[in-house]
């Protein structure tokens, strides 16, 4: 649970971020806001705190903060898996499984067919529907509804178009293998019919996996409109592993045409820092949009892990947390169309105000300074930096002297990076200590960063959230110390406010 207490044995379970209670959890699945709640569903296995028997888990939140865990919504059997997909809202009982004045719930998911059922190793698209809000489902009878013969046909996201081709359900889905989102149209949820497909594009250095589809104001004007396509992809990461990318278009109802493709067809490793990527970090993963979220914002929730390493992180008796609910808006940025994405929720109630830490124009010159009154385990960090002569200057978070995690901004280069080499355990896996990049560039000279720090990850959001950099830790408990560095000349702290929750 979100606001657990921690124990030796569970050391690491978040305070602001969810997880299961004692299983495995992977993909965010069916993100919808229904009758005042957030539902998060998500792939799950009941039995185990690894990668197996993939069923849907269920967790609800009144405010995306705290959240309330409930039995497995949909269940694995002996005929197929329950691999990613979507819920909509049917309002107007379009499939029949609910009534004109009671409609239901409908999810729409990957049957991954086991060995010995009818459709043997075959990914096929399926339907459950919900009387109830959510909280029990029932498989359609009929099931698969959209069967293509594929083995990586999967992850299916479905919502409704109201456009200049007419009004009717569209999903959007994967051929993970052929690097392709694959776009169907249907009127009832159970007959469709293929639309177009899009792909490859982009980054291709691994499977294509959890598309998402939907529209954006630029600038917040609501007269100018674009499409934004979210694909994550495993592995071929700008920092390896697990990435998600996104384009921006046009949907005319049939076909997605991109306007900010950079390479046709198969990736160009040389460009793979060219790519629009929703995350920088090594543990982002999977994420999609809720539907129906309120005042039509588009909110996202992904998995905080990797594949390289998922199955071995140090925790225990659960494995993998969600992210932080994250706004997604669409702004432009030296005449480009870039996302911008910024943490949503009320923390106030966690928040411990008589631990409050703030400094202000501070000059640091080639050295590094504990800060005596900032030391915490689960934060709010909010800083504004100015380069002086410093090669590098930044933070170090969760530190036990001068060993921690570093958040580091390089002028020179226009990098922000995060060393997790010292950060502590490592040795899980060899590829986790790492040092990962992204590219961040001054505004008005100031360098910008919104950080959420929790028992286990690292959430940062620089220069208002037009960079994103998410990743997991694992510290020990004595590692609380917040410090100050610049390596090889000046830099100015302008201001640096922490919020201490309650842990």
């Not at 306007?259 to 970090?281: K, N």
């Not at 929720?345 to 202000?360: I, Q, V």
Request: net charge negative.
């Amino acid at each position: 649970m979100t606001a657990a207490t921690a124990t030796t044995a569970d050391t690491f379970r978040p305070a602001l971020h969810y997880t299961a209670r004692n299983t495995w959890l992977n993909d965010p699945n069916g993100l919808i806001f229904h009758e005042g709640v957030y539902h998060l569903y998500y792939q799950n296995n009941p039995l185990d705190n690894v990668w197996g028997n993939m069923s849907w888990g269920h967790a609800t939140s009144p405010d995306l903060v705290t959240w309330t865990e409930h039995p497995v919504a949909i269940s694995c059997d002996e005929e197929e898996d329950i691999f990613s997909g979507s819920i909509v809202f049917d309002r107007d009982n379009t499939s029949g499984f609910g009534t004109d004045s009671a409609p239901p719930l409908v999810a729409v998911y990957t049957s991954a067919f086991k060995p010995g059922s009818a459709h043997e190793g075959v990914q096929a698209q399926s339907l459950a529907y919900s009387r109830d809000g959510g909280y029990t489902w029932t498989k359609h009878a009929a099931n698969p509804v959209l069967n293509r013969g594929s083995a990586e046909f999967r992850d299916p996201k479905v919502i409704k178009y109201d456009g200049g081709a007419g009004s009717y359900w569209v999903m959007v889905a994967v051929e993970a293998t052929d690097f392709q989102v694959v776009l169907y149209k249907s009127e009832d949820l159970k007959s469709w019919e293929l639309l177009s497909s899009f792909g490859p594009a982009n980054a291709t250095g691994g499977v294509w996996e959890c598309p998402d589809l939907f529209q954006l104001p630029v600038d917040g004007d609501p007269e100018n409109l674009q499409w934004v396509l979210t694909v994550n992809l495993n592995p071929g990461g700008p920092n390896n592993g697990s990435a998600g990318q996104y384009f921006v278009g046009d949907f005319d109802g049939t076909t997605f045409t991109s306007a900010t493709t950079v390479t046709e067809g198969l990736q160009d490793p040389a460009r793979l820092g060219e790519y629009q990527w929703l995350d920088w970090g090594r543990d982002y993963y999977a994420a999609v949009s809720f539907a129906d979220a309120p005042d039509n914002r588009r909110l996202m929730i992904g998995w905080m892990n990797n594949w390289e390493y998922a199955n071995q992180i140090p925790t225990s008796p659960w494995r993998s947390p969600m992210t932080l609910a994250r706004e997604i808006s669409l702004h432009t940025r030296e005449g480009n169309l870039r996302l911008m994405q910024r943490p949503v929720g009320d923390w106030a109630a966690l928040a411990d105000p008589s631990k409050s830490f703030r400094l202000s124009e501070t000059t640091i010159e080639d050295s590094t300074h504990i800060l005596d009154g900032a030391a915490g385990t689960v934060q709010r960090i909010d800083a504004t930096f100015t380069a002086g002569t410093a090669d590098e200057f930044g933070l170090i978070l969760r530190a036990n002297g001068t060993h921690g995690t570093r958040i580091g901004i390089r002028p020179a280069q226009g990098t922000l990076h995060v060393d997790r080499r010292t950060s502590g355990h490592t040795d899980f896996h060899e590829s986790f200590p790492s040092i990962d990049t992204a590219p961040i560039h001054p505004t008005g000279g100031a360098y910008t960063l919104t950080i959420f720090v929790d028992r286990c990850s690292l959430e940062i959001f620089a220069q208002d959230g037009q960079v994103a950099m998410t990743e997991l830790i694992f510290p020990a408990p004595t590692s609380t110390d917040v410090a100050i560095y610049s390596l090889g000349g000046t830099a100015a702290i302008n201001s640096l406010d922490i919020t201490q929750f309650v842990a």
